[in-house]
C-alpha cells in the first residue's frame, strides 16, 4: 500500500491507464536494447544466446547481462500486477488483460521510471514477506535512533529483514544450474553445425528430426538432462502437450520475438492469437495443442513472472509478444519454473535417475546393487548402495525440480528435503537391525564397515558437510569425480576454441580412493567455488517518501581464471598456465596453415 500510495503522488500517476503501461514496456525494451549494446563484445549472438557479459549496477555489484535483462523483466512484471490489482484487470482465468496500448512518447517513457522502481520495490517487498513467512525472521520496524546509518537522511521508519531471501545452497544451485546449462550451449555453438542445420520457423517443420533453431536443441538436450529421460520418445502429456511440444513452441516464440526485433520492428509487437497459433501449427503442433501453448504462456496469476508466460493479453484481443522475456533465455530452464508453478509433479522420473546412477556407478568400477527387503509390515528399498574400502556407501536418489527463487516454492523444497532425511534415517535404521542383509548382498564382513548416507541430486544442489549425519551431493559432481581426478577451468580463445587448464585435485593419487570421495562430499569444489565468489549485499528500498525496507541478498562475484586460481592455490595462476597453452595453440594453427600452403 505504501508503494502504490508514493507512486500516486508521483509524476507518472496522472497519466492514463494505457499510457502508464505503454511507458513502462517501452522503457523495459530501451533498457534492455541497451544492456545489449553494452555488453554487445562479450555476446554469444548465434541462437539468441547472452554470454555472461559483467556489468555493475548503481550499487556497483557485479551483474551478468542475463541478471541486469532478469531484474528488469521481474521489474515490469510487478508493475503490471500492481497495476492490475489497482485496476482490477484480470479476466476469468486470472489473466492479465491490458487497454490496448498507444505509441509511448519519450517523456512518458522518462516518467516511467518511477513506474520501473515501484514494480521493482514491490515485488521487493512482496518477496520479502513471503520469505518471512517461509525461513523465519521477522520484519521489524525501525524507528528514530534504531535506523541503520545505511538509510538515507530523510527516512523516519525502516522496516527490517536480518536474514537473506534464500538459504546459501538454494543460491548456490541455481548459479550452477545456470553456468551448466549456459556451457552446454556455447559449446553446440563453437564445437557442432547444430546451428546451421536449424530448420527456422518460416516453413513447416516436422516435430520430430528437425528443430527450429539452437534453442531448441539445446532444451531437448537440457530437459532430457534434467528429467533423466528421453524428452524426443517421451509421448506422455503435460498439461495436454508432450515435452517435445512445449520446447518447440517457446523456442519458436523465441525466434519470432529475435527475428522481428533483428527486423527493426522491435522487442515488444502484438499479433493476432490467430496469427500465432498458425504459426505453431506450421511447426508441427495441433490447433488444440498450439492453443494450450497460447494459454499456458500468457501472464497472469499462477505464473510466477514474464519469463514463465511472454504473452501479454490486451483488450482487442491480441497477444502482445515481450521479447525481452525470450530473446536468449533456455527454454529448458523456462519449462522448468512454468512446470513447477504449475505444482507438476513427475512421479517416475526417479527411477530413470536411479538406473543412470547405478550405471555411472558401474563404469566407475564401484560394483553397486539396489535391492528391496521386507520384514514384517516394513519394507526397505535402496536405490543404490556400493563398499568401498572400509565403507559402504548408501545412496537415495532424488530427481525433482530445484525450487528456483520464490520463497513458498523453496519453502516446499525444504520440507522435501526433511522427508528425504527422515527417509534416509528409516533406512540406516533397517540396516542396522537386519545388518544380515549388507552381507548377503555386498559381501562377508559389509555389515562392519562403516555407513555414509547421501542424499543424491540429479540436478546440481549439494551442501557442505553432512546435515543431521547425512550427506547432500549431485550428479553433476559424483560423475565428474570418478571420471577424472582433476577438475579444469575452461579458457576461451580469440578464435572461439576452448582449452581446459587443470585447476583442482579431486584425487590425492593416480586413482580416487574412499578418502578423497569423503573428502568431496564434506566440501563439494564446486561449492568451494560459488562460495568463494559469493558475498552477502545489503539492500535498502523505498517504500513511501519517509518509509524504507531492508534486507539481505547473496551475490555472485564475477568468476575469473585468476579468481579461481586463487581459491585453488595453483601456483603460477591459471592465467599464466592458460597464456601458455594459448600461445602454444597460436603456433601450432600458424604452423598448420603453413603447411596447408
Same mark, same amino acid.
Given at each position: 500500500?505504501?508503494?502504490?500510495?508514493?507512486?500516486?503522488?508521483?509524476?507518472?500517476?496522472?497519466?492514463?491507464?494505457?499510457?502508464?503501461? @505503454?511507458? +513502462?514496456? =517501452?522503457?523495459? $525494451?530501451?533498457?534492455?536494447?541497451?544492456? %545489449? &549494446?553494452?555488453?554487445?563484445?562479450?555476446?554469444?549472438?548465434?541462437?539468441?544466446?547472452?554470454?555472461?557479459?559483467?556489468?555493475?549496477?548503481?550499487?556497483?555489484?557485479?551483474?551478468?547481462?542475463?541478471?541486469?535483462?532478469?531484474?528488469?523483466?521481474?521489474?515490469?512484471?510487478?508493475?503490471?500486477?500492481?497495476?492490475?490489482?489497482?485496476?482490477?484487470?484480470?479476466?476469468?482465468?486470472?489473466?492479465?488483460?491490458?487497454?490496448?496500448?498507444?505509441?509511448?512518447?519519450?517523456?512518458?517513457?522518462?516518467?516511467?521510471?518511477?513506474?520501473?522502481?515501484?514494480?521493482?520495490?514491490?515485488?521487493?517487498?512482496?518477496?520479502?514477506?513471503?520469505?518471512?513467512?517461509?525461513?523465519?525472521?521477522?520484519?521489524?520496524?525501525?524507528?528514530?535512533?534504531?535506523?541503520?546509518?545505511? @538509510?538515507? +537522511?530523510? =527516512?523516519?521508519? $525502516?522496516?527490517?529483514?536480518?536474514?537473506? %531471501? &534464500?538459504?546459501?545452497?538454494?543460491?548456490?544451485?541455481?548459479?550452477?544450474?545456470?553456468?551448466?546449462?549456459?556451457?552446454?550451449?556455447?559449446?553446440?555453438?563453437?564445437?557442432?553445425?547444430?546451428?546451421?542445420?536449424?530448420?527456422?520457423?518460416?516453413?513447416?517443420?516436422?516435430?520430430?528430426?528437425?528443430?527450429?533453431?539452437?534453442?531448441?536443441?539445446?532444451?531437448?538436450?537440457?530437459?532430457?538432462?534434467?528429467?533423466?529421460?528421453?524428452?524426443?520418445?517421451?509421448?506422455?502429456?503435460?498439461?495436454?502437450?508432450?515435452?517435445?511440444?512445449?520446447?518447440?513452441?517457446?523456442?519458436?516464440?523465441?525466434?519470432?520475438?529475435?527475428?522481428?526485433?533483428?527486423?527493426?520492428?522491435?522487442?515488444?509487437?502484438?499479433?493476432?492469437?490467430?496469427?500465432?497459433?498458425?504459426?505453431?501449427?506450421?511447426?508441427?503442433?495441433?490447433?488444440?495443442?498450439?492453443?494450450?501453448? %497460447?494459454?499456458?504462456?500468457?501472464?497472469?496469476?499462477?505464473?510466477?513472472?514474464?519469463?514463465?508466460?511472454?504473452?501479454?493479453?490486451?483488450?482487442?484481443?491480441?497477444?502482445?509478444?515481450?521479447?525481452?522475456?525470450?530473446?536468449?533465455?533456455?527454454?529448458?530452464?523456462?519449462?522448468?519454473?512454468?512446470?513447477?508453478?504449475?505444482?507438476?509433479?513427475?512421479?517416475?522420473?526417479?527411477?530413470?535417475?536411479?538406473?543412470?546412477?547405478?550405471?555411472?556407478?558401474?563404469?566407475?568400477?564401484?560394483?553397486?546393487?539396489?535391492?528391496?527387503?521386507?520384514?514384517?509390515?516394513?519394507?526397505?528399498?535402496?536405490?543404490?548402495?556400493?563398499?568401498?574400502?572400509?565403507?559402504?556407501?548408501?545412496?537415495?536418489?532424488?530427481?525433482?525440480?530445484?525450487?528456483?527463487?520464490?520463497?513458498?516454492?523453496?519453502?516446499?523444497?525444504?520440507?522435501?528435503?526433511?522427508?528425504?532425511?527422515?527417509?534416509?534415517?528409516?533406512?540406516?535404521?533397517?540396516?542396522?537391525?537386519?545388518?544380515?542383509?549388507?552381507?548377503?548382498?555386498?559381501?562377508?564382513?559389509?555389515?562392519?564397515?562403516?555407513?555414509?548416507?547421501?542424499?543424491?541430486?540429479?540436478?546440481?544442489?549439494?551442501?557442505?558437510?553432512?546435515?543431521?549425519?547425512?550427506?547432500?551431493?549431485?550428479?553433476?559432481?559424483?560423475?565428474?569425480?570418478?571420471?577424472?581426478?582433476?577438475?579444469?577451468?575452461?579458457?576461451?580463445?580469440?578464435?572461439?576454441?576452448?582449452?581446459?587448464?587443470?585447476?583442482?585435485?579431486?584425487?590425492?593419487?593416480?586413482?580416487?580412493?574412499?578418502?578423497?570421495?569423503?573428502?568431496?562430499?564434506?566440501?563439494?569444489?564446486?561449492?568451494?567455488?560459488?562460495?568463494?565468489?559469493?558475498?552477502?549485499?545489503?539492500?535498502?528500498?523505498?517504500?513511501?517518501?519517509?518509509?524504507?525496507?531492508?534486507?539481505?541478498?547473496?551475490?555472485?562475484?564475477?568468476?575469473?581464471?585468476?579468481?579461481?586460481?586463487?581459491?585453488?592455490?595453483?601456483?603460477?595462476?591459471?592465467?599464466?598456465?592458460?597464456?601458455?597453452?594459448?600461445?602454444?595453440?597460436?603456433?601450432?594453427?600458424?604452423?598448420?596453415?603453413?603447411?596447408?600452403?
Amino acid at each position: 500500500h505504501r508503494v502504490r500510495a508514493s507512486l500516486a503522488q508521483s509524476a507518472f500517476a496522472p497519466l492514463s491507464l494505457e499510457r502508464r503501461c @505503454a511507458a +513502462a514496456i =517501452a522503457r523495459t $525494451v530501451v533498457q534492455v536494447e541497451n544492456i %545489449l &549494446e553494452q555488453a554487445k563484445g562479450l555476446l554469444v549472438t548465434q541462437g539468441a544466446a547472452r554470454a555472461s557479459a559483467i556489468l555493475r549496477d548503481e550499487n556497483g555489484r557485479p551483474v551478468n547481462a542475463d541478471g541486469a535483462v532478469h531484474e528488469l523483466v521481474l521489474d515490469l512484471g510487478g508493475m503490471l500486477f500492481m497495476e492490475a490489482y489497482e485496476h482490477q484487470l484480470f479476466d476469468g482465468d486470472g489473466k492479465i488483460v491490458l487497454p490496448n496500448l498507444p505509441t509511448a512518447t519519450d517523456d512518458d517513457i522518462y516518467k516511467a521510471g518511477l513506474s520501473e522502481l515501484g514494480g521493482r520495490y514491490w515485488s521487493f517487498w512482496a518477496g520479502l514477506e513471503e520469505a518471512s513467512r517461509a525461513f523465519g525472521g521477522d520484519i521489524e520496524p525501525l524507528g528514530p535512533g534504531a535506523i541503520p546509518p545505511e @538509510a538515507p +537522511a530523510d =527516512a523516519q521508519l $525502516v522496516y527490517a529483514h536480518k536474514k537473506p %531471501l &534464500e538459504p546459501w545452497p538454494v543460491f548456490a544451485s541455481r548459479i550452477r544450474l545456470i553456468d551448466r546449462s549456459n556451457q552446454h550451449f556455447v559449446e553446440l555453438l563453437t564445437t557442432t553445425n547444430v546451428g546451421e542445420k536449424a530448420a527456422g520457423i518460416d516453413k513447416p517443420v516436422p516435430l520430430s528430426g528437425a528443430w527450429v533453431n539452437l534453442a531448441e536443441f539445446h532444451g531437448l538436450l537440457t530437459l532430457s538432462e534434467y528429467l533423466a529421460r528421453e524428452v524426443v520418445s517421451d509421448t506422455r502429456l503435460v498439461e495436454g502437450l508432450r515435452f517435445i511440444e512445449w520446447i518447440r513452441g517457446y523456442a519458436t516464440l523465441a525466434m519470432l520475438a529475435e527475428e522481428r526485433w533483428t527486423a527493426g520492428d522491435g522487442m515488444s509487437i502484438a499479433f493476432k492469437r490467430e496469427e500465432l497459433s498458425e504459426l505453431l501449427q506450421r511447426v508441427g503442433l495441433t490447433k488444440n495443442k498450439a492453443d494450450r501453448l %497460447l494459454d499456458a504462456a500468457t501472464f497472469g496469476k499462477g505464473r510466477r513472472d514474464l519469463f514463465d508466460a511472454p504473452l501479454i493479453r490486451l483488450h482487442d484481443g491480441r497477444l502482445l509478444l515481450f521479447g525481452p522475456a525470450l530473446i536468449g533465455q533456455r527454454v529448458a530452464d523456462v519449462l522448468t519454473s512454468l512446470f513447477s508453478s504449475m505444482n507438476l509433479n513427475f512421479d517416475d522420473k526417479g527411477k530413470a535417475f536411479e538406473k543412470r546412477v547405478l550405471q555411472a556407478l558401474t563404469e566407475a568400477g564401484r560394483s553397486p546393487t539396489a535391492f528391496k527387503f521386507k520384514r514384517g509390515v516394513e519394507e526397505y528399498d535402496y536405490d543404490a548402495i556400493f563398499a568401498w574400502g572400509d565403507y559402504v556407501f548408501l545412496l537415495e536418489c532424488k530427481n525433482r525440480s530445484l525450487p528456483g527463487d520464490s520463497p513458498t516454492s523453496i519453502a516446499r523444497f525444504a520440507q522435501d528435503r526433511s522427508t528425504t532425511i527422515g527417509q534416509v534415517k528409516r533406512l540406516l535404521k533397517g540396516l542396522a537391525d537386519h545388518p544380515e542383509e549388507l552381507d548377503k548382498r555386498l559381501g562377508a564382513g559389509a555389515a562392519a564397515k562403516t555407513i555414509v548416507p547421501i542424499i543424491l541430486r540429479n540436478l546440481p544442489y549439494a551442501e557442505q558437510g553432512p546435515q543431521d549425519g547425512i550427506y547432500f551431493y549431485d550428479y553433476s559432481a559424483l560423475s565428474r569425480f570418478f571420471k577424472n581426478g582433476r577438475m579444469s577451468n575452461s579458457i576461451a580463445l580469440r578464435d572461439g576454441t576452448r582449452i581446459a587448464v587443470p585447476t583442482f585435485m579431486l584425487w590425492a593419487g593416480a586413482a580416487p580412493e574412499p578418502a578423497d570421495f569423503l573428502a568431496q562430499l564434506d566440501s563439494p569444489v564446486q561449492l568451494q567455488i560459488v562460495e568463494h565468489h559469493t558475498r552477502i549485499f545489503p539492500m535498502l528500498f523505498r517504500l513511501d517518501s519517509t518509509t524504507f525496507a531492508t534486507t539481505e541478498r547473496y551475490i555472485l562475484e564475477e568468476v575469473t581464471p585468476d579468481s579461481v586460481a586463487a581459491l585453488s592455490g595453483a601456483p603460477d595462476g591459471v592465467m599464466a598456465a592458460a597464456l601458455k597453452v594459448a600461445q602454444t595453440h597460436a603456433e601450432q594453427s600458424q604452423k598448420a596453415m603453413g603447411d596447408e600452403g
